[in-house]
């Protein structure tokens, strides 16, 4: 299986309970990239540094939580298990460039590493300007 993949945005619906993800993430990109998946008939996923790799349904309360170096390596291992167990086999990753946003760089070293523990192709596409 192939799948669509970007990271989690800051800004989220503050409403109580628990919402999908993607209803729950304020973001331009993960609106566009769902679309675009169900375009092309590709499954969507979302990289969230405190859930980890989760589909677009899954049920999120509202929290806040940037992903940091630190955690790279406990969250890839996670990210590595989620792929193997859901058979996939190659992730198109879109992300901002992370010289100009540092912010994501945790981000994309979690799905680099997550794919090389699971054996799975990545392709990157950097996204232009400052992708929310």
């Known amino acids: 299986m192939k799948i669509i993949c970007t990271y989690c945005s800051g800004a989220k619906r503050e409403d109580g309970g628990l919402l999908p993800a993607a209803l729950r993430y304020c973001s331009e990109r993960i609106i566009q990239l769902g679309e675009e998946a169900d375009q092309k008939g590709l499954e969507f996923m979302i990289l969230s540094g405190e859930f980890g790799l989760i589909d677009r ?39 901002a460039a992370p010289e100009l946003y540092p912010q994501v760089r945790p981000y994309l070293s979690v ?7 699971a054996s799975v192709a ?11």
């Open 111 to 117: 799905m680099e590493a997550a794919s090389e523990r």
């Open 57 to 95: 349904e899954y049920p999120l309360p509202l929290y806040d939580h940037l992903l940091q170096s630190d955690e790279v390596d406990k969250l890839s291992s996670k990210v590595a298990s989620t792929l193997c167990m859901a058979g996939v086999k190659e992730v198109v990753y879109y992300t």
């Open 122 to 132: 990545l392709r990157l596409v950097i996204l232009p300007g400052n992708p929310v």
